[in-house]
């Protein structure tokens, strides 16, 4: 009787260590910054190192309405400083990476390029 209890009590712990285990990615809130945009159903973090598509739900209508009022034109990306929860995207549309908005940190208008156009002249 007590080898069946031990070896059913091994079966339980080699069953356990074997078990798929959330990682510290899909759970964990991590800081992110990048260039935000929301536009027509599809909503897009630019870190500068990675493209994320960000998960609409009530936290991202709520970073949405925080930058409007920053944006020149409706494609303007505006800068913005998040907490989120990474994960691989199960579709195979869109980007390879989600991330769920947890909490918004801070916007900011975006850095604005310096294109600077030199002009020649033959005076």
Do not use: H
Not at 5 to 15: K, P
Not at 17 to 32: D, F, M, R
Not at 66 to 78: F, I, W
Request: charged residues 20%.
């Amino acid at each position: 009787m007590k080898k069946i209890l031990f070896l059913f009590i091994g079966v339980l712990l080699f069953w356990s260590c074997t078990s798929p285990k959330k990682t510290a990615k899909q759970t964990e809130a991590i800081s992110l910054d990048g260039e935000f945009l929301y536009l027509n159903d599809a909503a897009v973090l630019n870190t500068g190192t990675d493209i994320y598509g960000v998960v609409i739900d009530q936290k991202l209508v709520e970073l949405d309405l925080q930058t409007r009022p920053l944006q020149k034109d409706e494609y303007d990306m505006v800068q913005v400083f998040i907490k989120g929860i990474v994960t691989k995207n199960p579709n195979e549309e869109g980007w390879g990476n989600l991330v769920r908005i947890v909490a918004i940190d801070s916007v900011a208008p975006s850095i604005p390029e310096n294109n600077s156009i030199i002009k020649l002249s033959t005076q």
